[in-house]
């Protein structure tokens, strides 16, 4: 929905002239003075719809405090010092401030390191400020600046168009039109709708083809985007990560809600001291909860992302990480990834297929005199044929005049100029796709005899030699021509019509040397390759097979459009090459591959890129890439390799390992160990453990458990893609938690019935056991290996064994006896306690084995 008639400001400014609205604002054609900018953005503020300030120290400090799970613990210490129980309320109020300090830290780390990247990847406008032009951020752009664009840019704030050459944009974000619309300079009326108001561009759109020069009128809230920033900006769809995380938050509250109801009530039943039983029922809802979870992720994420950066990619969102190592499906189009991206121009031939010098100058005038998107074909053309580009043709515009010119599209898929060369009279100048090309000539010539008429055997030669070198491939374009008489009028794409057909441009890109290694290594990272491009479908597979992709089946773009929704997600699936399709078909292909149950990932760096990129899980793009394409992508490479992305998607997946290790470690030993000590409290005349208790196991249990994201990772997790599997957690949850709890009833008998435990060596005894049996765990469960044979990382093993020994030295020092009603153990008692822990490690790693053999593991 467009927004009213007239802005926020009531200002109908794009029904004012550009002059008019420059002396207002104090501007002028060179632009403002930079220190005025500077004073504008200090009264203004930055250019942004929505200000997404940096999170602060305080912030982050105050984020720690809001977590659910410390409010709970705050309401428990709370209510300990309301009935006097001071040791209570102090103890338990420290542990809350040490986890809150420890997630504070950890978070505070990632949050710098990831803003560090961030700001690797900020969004620049060219603007004139002074007289010169000079490159600056888009948030400091402010009213009055004067920018210049091009094809590939994002539009930066609202404003009018001060002069503009065959300016095409594409505004579908506000206005849902489909194609790009023309802009021009001028005025529109007050009262025009947003669709119609074609002097004026719009914050958040983006140039398709042309140039323009842009006045700038509103920036940040003020823009149209601004105004409905809100519904717009909606949150971006939920990742599979996060959805496995926040299902598993579910099941976690579900399972302590009723387990806090359970025991507080079979404690009161039993007569045990209500404010005692509270407590008790608060602490083993928190010690079962992974309270650290979303600092743990967060430094994941952001150690991941630096991994990531060091082997060039840059994450631009975090969680979107494990995505990119859930991909099963990588489409990408060929060139710069499978081939070495430096086109250059292997001929110009005349309908015959002979060398001519007449093609070859039609195409430079082509090439030389477009204004749209600067691309590989013209470069080549230019470099081929003009000595100041570094060619040797000798091609000069010395006496050529450009009277007009009709932009390319991904409909017609070619664009016209219209030049006068010297003393020749103005002739259309038309270079595209052949076959779309071919459509529109009526004729055939060289220029220098009468053209003849086009018959089908004429058009079935020019085919023929087409589809012979597009299968040797050479990607190919035509070129055309015919008189015209500019004066008076703006040709348009009607006027495309009895083109007389000059001959060919063909070109070559040849594979990249490690391209096939490249593919190989993918396919054995459990990834798919398909080529998604808008070539010709035999150039696509001549490069397919030049780097062994096995070319399973092919669609082109006709006949995709052909194809309904439900018919191309059948078949996209079985399908490895997609060739001749436009951005609206691309599109379509991704979403076919989602729908068909891939985690689908899409490399593409061009303006035709865009909706495919923001249609898949992992969007990626490179650092070259138009503005459009590199604020649509999760993930920016800073070079053009396939290598570099094999690279970041293991990184992706050790980073996705690491984070469901601790979720393995937490709900195996924690589900057993809270369950063994709710059902002790039913039937011992002592609660099993005190709060504090309950509270300093699981603080202490954490330490190691920051050091994961550091953790070193199996080769043969990061061999195929995996994916977040809630009921395999739970069936891991279950099984391994009873193995935990059967070894607590054992060692709840051998306190009770075999040393004769008192409630104080009881609840020291058993403390002892269930944190060395976390600790232990969590070496166990990180690895589906046998655990000796998968090397922790230093610090893992380093805090694992610094913890051991203190929960081991914390009975036989007096103060943290007194304060939390801890006694000394007998020696023989604490032997068996160690041994018990050594059976429960051996018996963990027996069922691992069983576990990972028999039950369904996760897809991938």
């Known amino acids: 929905m467009a927004p009213a008639e007239v802005d926020a400001r009531g200002d109908a400014w794009w029904s004012r002239p550009a002059a008019d609205l420059m002396a207002e604002l104090g501007t002028g054609p060179t632009g403002l003075a930079a220190a005025e900018a500077r004073q504008r953005l200090r009264r203004d503020g930055p250019n942004a719809p929505r200000v997404r300030a940096r999170i602060t120290t305080l912030g982050l400090a105050i984020n720690q405090v809001k977590s659910p799970l410390v409010l709970v613990l705050v309401g428990a210490a709370a209510v300990s010092a309301a009935v006097q129980e001071w040791v209570d309320a102090l103890i338990i109020a420290c542990i809350v401030a040490a986890s809150t300090v420890l997630g504070f830290w950890q978070e505070h780390a990632a949050s710098n390191a990831v803003a560090e990247l961030r700001a690797r990847l900020r969004l620049t406008a060219r603007v004139r400020r002074g007289g010169d032009t000079a490159t600056v951020p ?67 759109t983006n140039v398709r083809s042309g140039t323009a020069t842009l006045l700038v009128v509103r920036t940040g809230r003020g823009t149209a985007y601004g105004e409905i920033a809100e519904r717009l900006a909606a949150q971006a769809p939920e990742t599979q990560f996060e959805r496995g995380i926040r299902q598993f938050g579910y099941l976690l509250t579900h399972v302590m809600f009723w387990m806090v109801l359970a025991v507080f009530a079979l404690n009161v039943i039993d007569r045990k001291p209500p404010v005692d039983a509270l407590l008790f029922a608060i602490a083993l809802a928190v010690g079962m909860t992974p309270e650290l979870l979303p600092a743990i992720i967060s430094v994941n994420l952001a150690k991941g992302a630096r991994a990531m950066a060091g082997r060039g990619v840059i994450v631009r969102r975090l969680n979107a990480i494990e995505d990119f190592g859930s991909m099963d499906v990588l489409c990408t189009d060929k060139t710069g990834t499978l081939t070495e991206g430096v086109v250059r121009l292997d001929g110009a031939l005349d309908a015959e297929g002979r060398p001519s010098a007449a093609v070859l100058r039609a195409g430079w005038l082509n090439a030389r005199f477009q204004t749209g998107l600067a691309n590989p074909l013209d470069e080549a053309i230019l470099t081929a044929a003009g000595p100041a580009e570094g060619g040797t043709a000798g091609a000069t515009a010395r006496g050529v005049e450009k009277l007009d010119e009709i932009p390319y599209d991904f409909v017609r898929k070619r664009l016209s100029v219209v030049v006068r060369d010297g003393d020749a009279a103005p002739s259309m100048v038309t270079k595209g796709a052949l076959e779309p090309l071919l459509a529109a000539c009526a004729s055939v010539g060289d220029g220098r005899h009468p053209p003849q008429a086009l018959d089908a055997e004429a058009r079935a030669a020019i085919l023929a030699r087409f589809r012979a070198w597009s299968a040797q491939g050479y990607r190919v374009l035509g070129v055309a021509t015919r008189p015209v008489d500019p004066a008076g009028r703006r040709l348009g794409r009607d006027d495309e019509t009895d083109l007389e057909f000059r001959g060919f441009l063909r070109f070559f890109d040849p594979p990249k040397p490690d391209a096939g290694a490249t593919v190989a290594a993918l396919a054995r990272l459990g990834v798919t390759l398909k080529i998604v491009t808008g070539d010709h479908h035999a150039v696509a597979e001549h490069v397919a097979r030049e780097v062994g992709l096995p070319v399973a089946g092919v669609l082109t773009g006709a006949q995709v459009t052909a194809l309904s929704d439900e018919a191309l997600v059948h078949l996209a699936d079985r399908t490895s090459l997609f060739a001749e399709v436009d951005p609206n078909q691309k599109e379509r292909i991704i979403l076919a591959l989602r729908k068909s149950g891939h985690v689908v990932g899409y490399m593409g760096d061009g303006i035709n890129d865009a909706p495919a990129l923001h249609a898949a899980d992992a969007g990626i793009s490179v650092d070259g890439a138009v503005d459009v394409a590199r604020e649509a992508a999760d993930f920016v490479l800073l070079s053009r390799d396939l290598g570099v992305l094999r690279d970041g998607i293991a990184q992706g997946r050790r980073t996705f390992a690491n984070s469901i290790k601790y979720v393995f470690t937490t709900t195996s030993a924690n589900f057993g160990n809270m369950f063994s000590m709710a059902a002790a409290s039913a039937f011992l005349p002592f609660l099993p453990l005190l709060a504090t208790q309950v509270l300093l196991n699981n603080f202490l249990s954490d330490f190691p458990a920051l050091t994961i994201a550091g953790d070193n990772v199996d080769p043969e997790m990061v061999a195929a893609p995996r994916r977040w599997d809630l009921a395999f957690i739970q069936r891991f949850m279950v099984l391994f938690g009873l193995v935990s709890a059967a070894f607590d009833f054992v060692t709840f008998g051998v306190l009770l019935w075999v040393f004769r435990a008192g409630p104080a060596t009881f609840r020291t005894g058993w403390f002892l056991e269930s944190l060395l049996t976390e600790l232990a765990i969590a070496l166990v469960v990180r690895t589906r290996r046998p655990f000796l044979r998968s090397r922790p990382s230093r610090w893992l093993v380093a805090s694992t064994a610094v913890v051991a020994l203190a929960a081991v030295a914390l009975p036989y020092v007096p103060a943290a006896g007194r304060a939390f009603g801890f006694v000394p153990l007998p020696p023989a008692l604490l032997a068996t306690v160690i041994g018990i822990t050594g059976l429960y490690v051996a018996v963990s790693e027996a069922t691992k084995h069983a576990f990972y053999r028999w039950a369904v593991a996760p897809k991938g």
Do not use: C, M, W, Y
């Open 138 to 204: 888009v948030e400091d752009i402010v009213v009055g600046d004067v920018v210049e664009l091009s094809a590939g840019s994002i539009v930066p704030a609202d404003g009018v168009v001060v002069d503009a050459r065959d300016l095409h944009v594409n505004q579908a974000i506000l206005t849902g039109e489909t194609f790009p619309v023309a802009k021009a300079a001028g005025i529109a009326a007050a009262d025009a709708p947003l669709a119609g108001r074609t002097n004026a561009l719009f914050a958040g």
